[in-house]
């Protein structure tokens, strides 16, 4: 799905884990719409134990406000669902103070496939690659 600058999907990896993929970029719209999409999977029947947002795609940060990440993660929280982050660790030291600091907030993992081993040991398959229209 393209919007604004910024393409998502969504991959069911296991009855405990979802992973959304975005890529492009991550501002104050794009942000609310991945949030968006955060909460249509903890509607689904069958979401359970995890859900993995995969940012390793995303080549621009245009807001350092993830507030509706964070009220998606408590959504998630309140619905018996861990939110997770992936894919931004190694760039840390490229991004502003702001998206750092916001993102400390969150659980990190390097990549999807580090989440999937240890969230779920790794005997999901998941699929490589960057976020595919659908």
Same mark, same amino acid.
Request: without cysteine.
């Given at each position: 799905m393209r919007f604004d600058g910024a393409e998502l999907s969504v991959e069911v990896c296991s009855p405990g884990l979802r992973v959304v993929r975005m890529a492009g970029v991550l501002d104050r719209t794009t942000v609310c719409r991945l949030a968006g999409l955060l909460a249509t999977q903890l509607a689904r029947p069958g979401c359970g134990g995890h859900l993995v947002v995969?940012?390793?795609?995303?080549?621009?940060?245009?807001?350092?406000? #993830?507030?509706?990440?964070r009220q998606a993660r408590e959504a998630a929280r309140a619905s018996g669902v861990s939110l997770h982050l992936a894919g931004v660790s190694a760039r840390?030291?490229? #991004?502003?103070?702001?998206?750092?600091?916001? #993102?400390?907030?969150?659980?990190?993992?390097?990549?999807?496939?580090?989440?999937?081993?240890?969230?779920?040991?790794?005997?999901?398959?998941?699929?490589?690659?960057?976020?595919?229209?659908?």
């Open positions: 995969d940012l390793g795609e995303v080549g621009f940060f245009a807001t350092d406000d #993830l507030g509706p990440l840390t030291s490229l #991004l502003p103070v702001g998206v750092t600091g916001a #993102l400390a907030e969150f659980s990190l993992f390097d990549t999807v496939e580090r989440a999937q081993q240890e969230l779920v040991g790794g005997h999901a398959a998941v699929g490589v690659g960057g976020p595919r229209d659908r």
